[in-house]
């Protein structure tokens, strides 16, 4: 919605091949250019596919239900992926996501959606740092539940303690580098999340606040120190919200990646975040993917630039909430699913979550079975959060409990996300 098509130009031409030509908010033109015909996904979004396809091989997709028989027998799945219709057929999927497992939070503490950080408040997850036994908490998870990626937030005031600067406070980095080295050292894929929404102190980066290059940077430095870790994640940037312009936020992400690269981290996953808390349910029509598609490494080349989603399932898409009221699949994970295909893109989930009940469960067995279903574009998921939350009654948490040195997992993780993954 922030990003306004030039409808002018739009209105006379037919739109091109992959491209969105309805929905409820879009203005251009609803034609195709020839072979390619205007075919309907959902109230907020059509798109341009090859007329043959639309034509003929129009397919449901597998229902949620179908595939959760195989994932659990501890709760009733309902799917309410019902009336969605796909336009594109899966690509033959492995039928399992490549990496599953959890955010471990504490480094975040402090942050607030307006890029507002203390460093002093952050609560690191680990017992060295006399906060909660992050370590054991991944060790867990890596060892009895079979989980291979975990997403480590931490605040850009944090890793610079307080000082808008690009350079890494080495005090400070120290403490986060020592969460990352033991995710690494379990063999595990380990997500660098700068939790800042796109801001610092309530400005937005590139849009008034902290010039790109500043936050280019910061990229600069984290990369440089891992860029010979194979298993490090980049994530740009947890949560944009209310951005001026979602063009101008890609030149902010293209610095980004940029910058990345050019340290020498040639290889390893680049997460790209959209607009709207980088919510599943509108990357595809807020033109956040729209621009985002256009971002690409120094050689021109898309390779390893994922997007970045997140869904939570209570009422407003909020994650404040333990009561869950949707899977989320016909209104996000579907229609984002037919988006990335037809770009030839995927996708990690790196935030969902819900209550430790009978109605989360039922809705995450679902939801984390159409990504298994759909593992051609959705190449794995972190569940939120565990960390620093322990002992903390979070509406959300996914700490598991140490009794004597046993283990136990949440309702939700022990019943959704570790079934979904060892499926
Ligand atoms: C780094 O941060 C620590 C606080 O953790 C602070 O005491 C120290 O002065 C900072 N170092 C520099 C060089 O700013
Ligand atoms: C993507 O790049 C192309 C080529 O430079 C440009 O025409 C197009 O407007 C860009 N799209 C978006 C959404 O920024
Ligand atoms: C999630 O699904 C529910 C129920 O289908 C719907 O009411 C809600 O708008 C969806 N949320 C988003 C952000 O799409
Ligand atoms: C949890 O259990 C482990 C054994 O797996 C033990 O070594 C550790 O001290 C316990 N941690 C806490 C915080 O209780």
């Not at 997007?307 to 994650?319: E, L, T």
């Not at 109605?359 to 998921?381: E, F, H, K, P, R």
């Not at 959300?396 to 040195?405: E, K, R």
Request: hydrophobic share 35%; charged share 10%.
């Amino acid at each position: 919605m922030q990003y306004l098509f030039s409808a002018a130009a739009l209105l006379s031409l037919a739109s091109g091949a992959y491209a969105q030509c309805g929905g409820q908010t879009f203005t251009g033109s609803t034609t195709c250019v020839a072979g390619y015909t205007c075919t309907y996904s959902n109230a907020y979004y059509s798109q341009c596919l090859p007329s043959s396809a639309a034509s003929g091989t129009t397919t449901a997709h597998p229902s949620s239900s179908a595939t959760h028989s195989t994932t659990s027998t501890k709760g009733t799945a309902t799917s309410t992926a019902s009336g969605y219709v796909s336009t594109t057929t899966p690509a033959a999927g492995s039928g399992k996501v490549k990496y599953g497992g959890i955010n471990i939070a504490g480094f975040d503490f402090g942050c607030d959606t307006s890029g507002d950080c203390t460093a002093a408040n952050a609560y690191p997850p680990l017992t060295q740092y006399y906060g909660p036994d992050g370590y054991g908490q991944i060790t867990h998870f890596v060892k009895d539940d079979n989980f291979n990626m975990f997403r480590l937030p931490v605040g850009w005031q944090f890793l610079t303690n307080n000082v808008l600067t690009g350079t890494l406070n080495s005090t400070n980095f120290a403490e986060y580098d020592t969460l990352v080295q033991d995710c690494l050292g379990l063999g595990a894929h380990c997500i660098i999340d700068i939790h800042n929404y796109a801001r610092w102190n309530g400005e937005i980066i590139g849009e008034g606040g902290p010039a790109n290059s500043i936050f280019a940077s910061l990229w600069s430095s984290l990369a440089t120190y891992y860029k010979s870790q194979p298993n490090v994640i980049f994530g740009v940037m947890n949560e944009p919200h209310d951005l001026t312009s979602v063009t101008t936020w890609a030149g902010t992400v293209q610095a980004a990646v940029t910058a990345i690269r050019n340290a020498g981290a040639t290889s390893q996953y680049i997460l790209l975040p959209g607009n709207d808390w980088t919510s599943a349910a509108t990357i595809w029509s807020d033109g956040s993917g729209a621009a985002l598609l256009n971002v690409t490494n120094p050689d021109g080349t898309k390779t390893n630039l994922i997007f970045d989603v997140h869904k939570y399932s209570d009422s407003d898409n909020s994650g404040t909430s333990a009561t869950c009221v949707t899977d989320n699949i016909s209104t996000a994970f579907a229609p984002l699913a037919d988006w990335l295909r037809s770009n030839g893109r995927q996708a990690i989930n790196s935030e969902f979550g819900g209550g430790n009940n009978a109605g989360c469960v039922s809705y995450m067995q679902s939801q984390l079975a159409y990504l298994n279903t759909n593992s051609d574009v959705y190449l794995g998921w972190t569940g939120w959060a565990a960390g620093s939350f322990a002992g903390q009654n979070y509406v959300l948490s996914m700490v598991p409990t140490n009794t004597s040195g046993v283990w136990t997992d949440t309702m939700l993780v022990a019943q959704a996300l570790v079934p979904a993954f060892n499926a």
